[in-house]
């Protein structure tokens, strides 16, 4: 078990299984959503991804048709992205979560939209485009 919050605390949450393979995604919206050079995401399974607080303060941003940005109302943490048509999984940002969530970061994508200002200095592959 995993849990995570938002940085009010006022959200909480746990995911009951794995996190799946997680990418440093340099997308525009990703980078505005996060306010910083990227966001790092990764997939876990919605059946096992439980909100455990503050359900109320959430709110979603549909960033893309059908694709929505969930984040806390209060204090403005970035929490998941969820698609319509895949509503069986949702894309997490690791950054609230609270313990290690054992995985480590396999690849930048989204890379041709990079902030000019960050230099990536790792040897991870970095694709283009991307899902994230
Ligand atoms: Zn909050
Ligand atoms: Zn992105």
């Known amino acids: ?6 940085l009010c605390d006022g959200v ?4 009951a299984g794995d996190v799946g393979s997680p990418s440093f995604c340099h997308c525009s919206q990703c980078r505005r959503a996060s306010g ?3 966001a790092t995401n990764a997939g876990v399974s919605t059946a096992e991804f439980h909100l455990t607080a503050g359900g109320e303060l959430v709110r979603e941003y549909e960033s893309s048709p059908g694709k929505f ?3 806390c109302s209060r204090c403005g943490s970035p929490l998941y992205s969820r698609e319509r048509d895949h509503p069986e999984f949702r894309r997490i940002r690791l950054g609230t979560l609270d313990e290690d969530p054992a995985v480590r970061p396999l690849l ?3 890379v041709g939209s990079k902030a000019p200002w960050f230099t990536i200095s790792d040897s991870l592959p970095q694709l283009e485009k991307g899902d994230a």
């Open 69 to 71: 940005r969930a984040f």
């Open 12 to 15: 909480r949450f746990q995911i």
């Open 1 to 6: 078990m995993i849990s995570g919050r938002c």
């Open 108 to 110: 930048h994508v989204w």
């Open 36 to 38: 910083s050079a990227f």
